[in-house]
């Protein structure tokens, strides 16, 4: 490809509103140009990787027995309706209405449409399992478009969907799914973990993302220090090992405590430790107040009372909320005294709370010495709270550590959730109609460029892997004016590409600024041709190292496919 009429823009400065380096080499590189808020053009360059980044995933998924398919991107909502998601998903599901006022939703998922293209055209046991997948735009309303293509709008995405007559099947379909990832960021030369994961809008047990390292990740990963156990911090198990003191129980006290809200004004305030407080919060949950315990030094997890009532809406209490069932302020909410009909449930370490403080639920007022069951009592005990560093691992190995992920994949269990409200059926061998059980599978095609790039970068720009970059070689002619230099560049031109996918400098412009856009567009391999034209000399660059190598163009191929080899 010639340079000289490539539409690949590249530009100086940073531009103001890029804040990460990904989202900065994106554009400075000419990769992608921005529409409208989080949509994006991607230019020629972008357009290449994104398709490198394709190629991989449809290797992996045909080896791994899926079927490729194409999806329409505009769903009817009726199929949303009798999946139950119409009004779950929330506002990031983007709906329209046709000319007859029909409505339709713009694909962020495609489960509801799987599940009856397959409902409608299997019905026997012989035909499962199967495996179908696409490569297709999705759209989700984003409050915050942000990061470019990590969080936008519009972007690309693989999702796969697995339909298995057993368990067993699934848990095989699964695997599969599992180990094919495994592959696929391991080709794309990601640093990476598998983390168990919270299934969210999606539904479904037994799920891991995909978590590239990241200090830009918008989400933080607990592991050990010991061993493979890797989870989102969001739904990581927490190890109930805590000590009760065998200190005397004390009176309880009601002190003053005027405008002390926070934990750490108490701790100043009432001269106690962290630990020593019973935070309590009142949650709605499905319209519902619950009051939820945790110690002082901890926070509670939503996502793990959200799972402890079979995943329902819960949300925080407002100020209103929280007058209208416990007549007090937030800030000095406590367990004394909660009117009949609130449920009241703590994380584990509460338990082992001695003379604890708390909240007098009633302005700028807290108890002392508060001891459980003494006092209070509590409906149940259950691991509600967030996990911190230094933790135990919950397999037992080690202590956890945090690190910040970009999600790029995540892989469900749905079971039957979406097959039995849709009716996807088979008859089995005895001709008894069973329910399919199914598997989902994402990648987020365009975010996996991106946390390529944040990876893969250097202070002069983008550093391709071999196996995405948009071209192999940057075969660069110094100085077209040259009639030595312009007619070498343009014979390596014709013999190299029939090997390699080339990018041709042959522009007009100074050696200055063609060498700080190679640097910057990150070809792995740079050809320049330039004073030792006329020996056939040329100097070949390793973008990766920076290695410089003097080569006569007698060796040029060959000493092209050893440096390969190295990179691979």
């Known amino acids: 490809m010639r340079q000289r009429t490539y539409l690949s823009p590249t530009l100086r400065d940073v531009p103001a509103d890029a804040e990460i380096k990904s989202h900065q080499l994106m554009l400075r590189a000419g990769l992608i140009r921005q529409t409208a808020s989080g949509i994006y053009s991607y230019l020629p360059l972008g357009k290449r990787v994104l398709r490198k980044v394709e190629e991989i995933v449809r290797e992996e998924m045909d080896d791994a027995g899926a079927q490729e398919v194409l999806m329409p991107a505009i769903q009817p909502a009726e199929l949303w309706e009798e999946s139950g998601r119409l009004g779950d998903y929330g506002p990031e599901l983007m709906r329209l209405k046709d000319r007859h006022q029909r409505d339709f939703v713009l694909g962020a998922t495609h489960e509801e449409v799987i599940t009856t293209l397959v409902r409608d055209d299997v019905q026997s046991y012989k035909k499962l399992p199967m495996n179908l997948y696409q490569i297709q735009t999705k759209y989700r309303d984003e409050r915050r478009p942000r990061f470019g293509v990590l969080r936008s709008r519009e972007f690309i995405m693989k999702d796969a969907y697995s339909f298995d007559i057993s368990q067993e099947g699934l848990d095989a379909s699964y695997d599969s799914m599992y180990d094919a990832y495994q592959r696929i960021f391991s080709r794309f030369k990601l640093d990476f973990r598998a983390v168990e994961a919270d299934s969210g809008a999606i539904g479904g047990t037994d799920t891991h993302e995909f978590m590239v390292l990241s200090e830009i990740g918008e989400d933080t990963i607990a592991y050990s220090d010991r061993s493979t156990f890797a989870a989102n911090v969001e739904i990581a198990p927490v190890v109930a090992s805590y000590e009760k003191s065998d200190e005397s129980v004390e009176s309880l006290e009601k002190v003053e405590t005027p405008n002390v809200k926070a934990i750490d004004d108490i701790v100043s305030f009432l001269n106690v430790s962290k630990e020593r407080i019973i ?52 800030g000095f909410i406590g367990p004394i005294g909660v009117p009949n009909g609130i449920k009241v449930v703590a994380d584990h370490a509460v338990a082992a709370i001695v003379n604890g403080v708390c909240g007098a639920n009633e302005k700028d007022a807290h108890y002392k010495n508060v001891n459980l069951e003494r006092d209070f009592s509590i409906s149940d005990f259950n691991d509600l709270r967030i996990i911190q560093e230094g933790d135990p691992s919950p397999d037992g190995q080690g202590v ?54 944040e990876q893969h970068h250097d202070e002069n720009g983008l550093v391709w892997p071999v196996s995405v970059a948009p071209f192999d070689l940057h075969l660069v002619t110094i100085n077209v004016k040259d009639d030595d230099q ?74 092209l496919q050893e440096q390969f080899k190295k990179l691979v």
């Open 486 to 559: 312009r007619n070498l560049g343009e014979s390596l031109y014709t013999s190299l590409k029939q090997n390699f996918d080339v990018l041709f400098d042959d522009r007009p412009e100074r050696a200055g600024v063609k060498f700080k856009d190679s640097d910057l567009i990150g070809v792995p391999i740079r050809v320049a041709v330039g004073k030792r034209a006329a020996e056939k000399i040329v100097e070949v660059k390793i973008r990766q190292t920076g290695e410089m190598l003097e080569v006569h163009v007698d060796d040029l191929e060959k000493t």
């Open 279 to 330: 935070k309590s919060l009142l949650f709605i949950v499905n319209e519902e107040p619950v009051l939820v315990l945790v110690r002082g030094d901890h926070e509670v997890n939503e996502i793990k009372v959200k799972n402890l009532f079979n995943k329902a809406i819960v949300e925080l209490a407002t100020p209103e909320q929280t007058k209208e069932h416990l007549n007090c302020e937030i």
């Open 400 to 453: 956890i550590k945090f690190a910040k992920g970009i999600e790029v994949g995540h892989v469900f269990k749905l079971g039957t959730k979406y097959s039995e409200a849709l009716g996807a059926n088979y008859l089995d061998e005895n001709g008894k109609s069973q329910t399919m059980i199914m598997g989902c599978y994402g990648i987020g095609i365009s975010r996996t460029v991106a946390a390529i790039v």
